[in-house]
């Protein structure tokens, strides 16, 4: 058939990628790239530990609903990490300071949404311990947030 929305050849469905699409995944995973996630990984697991001490807190100790307790630490956790990751992770950016933090929190809002939902998702349907889901949830949500921030925040990649 010509014509249609295919008839170029570039559609995902025939397996076809535009240059952008492969320029922008070569960028991801260079040795810059490999540095700066190695980077993220050790800020990640640092203000995670005090996300999840802040979510025990809140939840053994103040009895406060699980799922909210989630988003408070993660909002803490994440306002630390914009602060160490535009210093080590991120250094180098051109970025406005007040610009960056926004944008992240735009990034960390959409990493919050992917947290809070699989989250919920994983304490309703299964019965894994409310701590082990939110280690589960953070390795999907933390690499799209680090992406995110990557390509449109800090613009290093």
């Known amino acids: 058939m010509r014509g249609g929305p295919h008839a170029q050849g570039s559609s995902v469905a025939d ?11 070569r960028r991801l995973i260079s040795a810059r790239v490999g540095a700066m996630l190695v980077r993220n990984t ?5 203000v995670f530990a005090a996300g999840l001490i802040v ?24 306002s630390l990490h914009y602060i ?24 960390s809002g959409i990493g919050l949404i992917v947290t809070t939902g699989l989250y919920a998702f994983l304490l309703h349907w299964t019965d894994v311990n409310y701590l ?26």
Do not use: P
């Open 132 to 157: 082990v889901a939110r280690i589960i949830v953070s390795l999907f949500a933390g690499l799209l947030v680090f992406v995110l921030n990557a390509l449109f925040n800090f613009r290093q990649v």
């Open 15 to 25: 397996g076809q990628y535009s240059e952008a699409t492969i320029s922008i995944f």
């Open 84 to 107: 160490l990751g535009r210093s080590w992770i991120f250094r180098g950016t051109d970025r406005d300071m007040r610009t960056g933090y926004v944008l992240f929190l735009i990034n």
């Open 55 to 78: 979510l025990w807190a809140l939840v053994d100790l103040a009895g406060c609903d699980k799922v909210v307790a989630a988003g408070i630490g993660f909002m803490i956790a994440n």
């Open 42 to 46: 050790i800020v990640s697991c640092s």
